[in-house]
């Protein structure tokens, strides 16, 4: 999908979400940005993100997995949460990247270097099975790419058991904070450490499991996986 038909509008520059109220900071509007291939390769890097929603009148935050197809989310959930069975949920959905802790002079400077995106809108279920088959399989591979091809796909109970939504990339924007600390002018002289402790995610070893009697070779996208 092109950026002139989705979260764009005229005057929007080409490759750029549209700003909206909800998008809108109050606060450190210099480190917003609505780049659209940023806000990807911030979503695209990794699948855990925070969905946040109303139910019964009180606001509830779940972590669960996602994975962007284009101009769309596709979210796991569980049908056991009321919400979740409904179609056209509102919803924010946040996903968050640390870089680094910035470690500076004074207490207040202290900070990190972060990634983020926020989404606002309506999440509607994906009733069709087939369409939810392929969801679930984005949501697998977006862990471990490759990983859906070498297992069992969920069969009817499993689907039945399992909210997948959907939500489209519109109200869409993402934050950044890089470099090092900001300290007062006057504290520059104080005998403390200041500078960015680097942060990563670091893939381990794979271990097999204990009840795996087959004993299969590590697959190819596995091990490249970790490496």
């Known amino acids: 999908m092109s950026a002139t ?18 998008t809108t900071p109050t606060r450190a509007r210099e480190r917003v940005t609505y780049d659209r291939a940023l806000v990807h390769s911030v979503l695209d890097a990794t699948y855990l993100c925070h969905l946040g929603f109303v139910a019964d009148g009180q ?3 779940l972590p669960t997995l996602y994975a962007r197809d284009g101009e769309r989310l596709y979210l796991h959930g569980s049908t056991g949460a009321r919400a979740l069975r409904h179609d056209g949920l509102p919803v924010c959905v946040t996903v968050t990247q640390v870089d680094g802790l910035v470690l500076a002079k004074s207490a207040f400077h202290h900070s990190i270097n ?47 058991a399992t909210a997948v939504l959907e939500l489209d990339l519109a109200e869409v924007s993402a934050k ?8 007062d002018p006057a504290d520059l002289g104080l005998p403390h450490w200041s500078g960015v402790v680097p942060v990563r995610t670091v893939n381990g070893t794979p271990l097999p499991a204990d009840d795996d009697g087959t004993r299969p070779e590590l697959p190819d996208y596995l091990r490249e996986f970790v490496a």
């Open 5 to 22: 038909t989705a979260g764009a509008t005229p005057g929007t520059p080409l490759g750029s979400y549209a700003p909206a109220t909800s």
């Open 59 to 61: 606001p509830v935050v």
């Open 114 to 160: 972060y990634r983020s995106v926020v989404i606002h809108g309506t999440a509607r279920r994906v009733t069709d099975q087939e369409r939810a088959r392929a969801a679930l399989d984005s949501l697998v591979n977006a862990v471990v790419p490759g990983r859906a091809a070498d297992c069992r796909p969920a069969n009817a109970k499993e689907l039945a």
């Open 176 to 183: 950044v904070r890089a470099g090092g600390p900001n300290d």
